[in-house]
T-cell receptor, first 115, second 114 residues
Framework: GAGVSQTPSNKVTEKGKYVELRCDPISGHTALYWYRQSLGQGPEFLIYFQGTGAADDSGLPNDRFFAVRPEGSVSTLKIQRTERGDSAVYLC?????????????FGPGTRLTVL | AQKITQTQPGMFVQEKEAVTLDCTYDTSDPSYGLFWYKQPSSGEMIFLIYQGSYDQQNATEGRYSLNFQKARKSANLVISASQLGDSAMYFCAMREGGNNDMRFGAGTRLTVKP
């Protein structure tokens, strides 16, 4: 079946602009996660959705970052007033139920470059 | 505090040989899961293998096996019969029972030589 998809694959923007990154999880997966991966590092957790609600947004770095999942499937990560430090690969993952031992399956990521 | 430690920034292995990638972790939660992911140059994180803290036996998936030593808090990945396509970054990750986030190590870059 289809895996997790993310669009766009690459996004270049200017400092101060607004961007939206989209994630389409595996069909039937109720849990969805966003991670950020900076160069040379492992992914860092941003936010977790169970269904439509953000069950844990403790990883969002500040209030410029926001994410939604209005119908419990596709999610959008929104970044306002982008800064050069936001440049990274943004990874989305989904899992069947969201439990502690649930395996997360990742998408190919969106590479964000803020000039 | 660093929860997952991968001490090998880079590793080389000859094709068809076995290689062990190290991972140690830190947690006081008795319930946790340990995961290994492969990230080729394309960027996608590919799930390889999972070990639960209560599992009695070491996990195996094809050429991948996990050497789980609970008392030492280590979860090393063993890749047998290395192939050129195994060249990639490998990440160890942990998810504690009550948490939603998965913590990743810094990764190990594996290069398989022909």
């Amino acid at each position: 079946g289809a895996g997790v998809s993310q669009t766009p694959s690459n996004k270049v923007t200017e400092k101060g602009k607004y961007v939206e990154l989209r994630c389409d999880p595996i069909s039937g997966h109720t849990a969805l996660y966003w991670y950020r991966q900076s160069l040379g590092q492992g992914p860092e957790f941003l936010i977790y959705f169970q269904g439509t609600g953000a069950a844990d947004d403790s990883g969002l770095p500040n209030d410029r970052f926001f994410a939604v999942r209005p119908e419990g499937s596709v999610s959008t990560l929104k970044i306002q007033r982008t800064e050069r430090g936001d440049s990274a690969v943004y990874l989305c993952a989904s899992s069947l139920g969201g439990g502690g031992t649930d395996t997360q399956y990742f998408g190919p990521g969106t590479r964000l470059t803020v000039l | 505090a660093q929860k997952i430690t991968q001490t090998q920034p880079g590793m080389f292995v000859q094709e068809k040989e076995a290689v062990t990638l190290d991972c140690t972790y830190d947690t006081s939660d008795p319930s946790y899961g340990l995961f290994w992911y492969k990230q080729p140059s394309s960027g996608e994180m590919i799930f390889l293998i999972y070990q639960g803290s209560y599992d009695q036996q070491n996990a195996t998936e094809g050429r991948y096996s996990l050497n789980f030593q609970k008392a030492r808090k280590s979860a090393n990945l063993v890749i047998s019969a290395s192939q050129l396509g195994d060249s990639a970054m490998y990440f160890c990750a942990m998810r504690e029972g009550g948490n939603n986030d998965m913590r990743f190590g810094a990764g190990t870059r594996l290069t398989v030589k022909p």
